[in-house]
């Protein structure tokens, strides 16, 4: 009798891959793939992460194993990237309370100036920022708390991304859970792979907008939240 072949022995992340691709789900950087991670497997993609970055600083020429300042940045690095920085994009969305629209409330209201951190896609540098939320609420709408914004916008930003793309990400989020009448976010940004590398330009920020919904189509409301940003000159 033919013995059954044992299943293959595959890395984490590939076995992760193969769930995303059987799905017909993409894993571009700035996405979310916590729902194809089994439980348990946290760990063992930090322990493969960890294992490649070896390899990577080998190919750097760097002494990891004597080297008391780098002998475990390997390690570091990966729970730096699945834990902290790129965390948006192997961990589920923080749980947020959502509240009905008793008081049918239905001015104009702005969150922010919220800091927000993200890494850019294309050289892993930081992205530090401040970011602005409007909302223009109807009877429908499902109020949430002050800090759940930061905290959603922190799940979004968590991942690689660029910036344009990010914003675009937390409006269809916030539109998606509060459902109000309109949204408007406004984001301004210090990019380091401009300050650190490339042309060095130290001063330079980046500002982009969302308009949605009456921001969009109300050039007087967007006026009136625009107005209302306490920017700095």
């Known amino acids: 009798m033919e013995m059954a072949k044992a299943p293959e022995n595959k890395p984490v992340s590939a076995r992760i891959k193969q769930r995303?691709?059987?799905?017909?789900?993409?894993?571009?950087?700035n996405d979310n793939?916590?729902?194809?991670?089994?439980?348990?497997?946290?760990e063992q993609l930090l322990n493969e992460v960890a294992g490649k970055m070896e390899t990577v600083l080998e190919s750097l020429v760097i002494d990891f194993k004597n080297d008391h300042n780098t002998q475990n940045t390997a390690r570091r690095i990966a729970k730096m990237y699945?834990?902290?920085?790129?965390?948006?994009?192997?961990?589920?969305?923080?749980?947020?309370?959502?509240?009905?629209?008793?008081?049918?409330?239905?001015?104009?209201?702005i969150v922010g100036p919220?800091?927000?951190r993200s890494a850019c896609s294309h050289h892993f540098c930081p992205i530090i920022g401040k970011l602005w939320i409007g909302l223009m609420p109807n009877q429908h709408s499902n109020l949430i708390g002050l800090s759940k914004y930061?905290?959603?916008?922190d799940w979004v930003l968590s991942r690689p991304q660029i910036q344009e793309e990010a914003i675009s990400q937390i409006a269809d989020l916030?539109?998606?859970?509060?459902?109000?009448?309109?949204l408007a976010i406004v984001m301004e940004a210090d990019h380091f792979c401009m300050h650190w590398r490339g042309v060095k330009e130290s001063d330079s920020l980046m500002l982009n907008?969302?308009?949605?919904?009456?921001f969009l189509k109300n050039p007087s409301l967007r006026r009136e939240f625009l107005s209302l940003i306490?920017?700095?000159?």
Not at 33 to 42: K, L, N, R
Not at 230 to 233: F, G, I
């Open 230 to 233: 306490p920017r700095k000159d």
């Open 150 to 153: 930061a905290r959603l916008a």
């Open 114 to 116: 919220l800091t927000v």
């Open 209 to 214: 907008s969302v308009m949605r919904g009456s």
């Open 20 to 29: 995303l691709e059987k799905a017909g789900q993409r894993y571009f950087a």
């Open 82 to 109: 699945l834990t902290e920085v790129f965390k948006g994009r192997f961990h589920d969305a923080p749980a947020v309370t959502e509240f009905p629209n008793a008081s049918n409330l239905n001015e104009l209201m």
């Open 174 to 182: 916030f539109m998606d859970m509060v459902k109000p009448d309109g």
């Open 33 to 42: 793939i916590s729902g194809f991670i089994e439980a348990g497997e946290h």
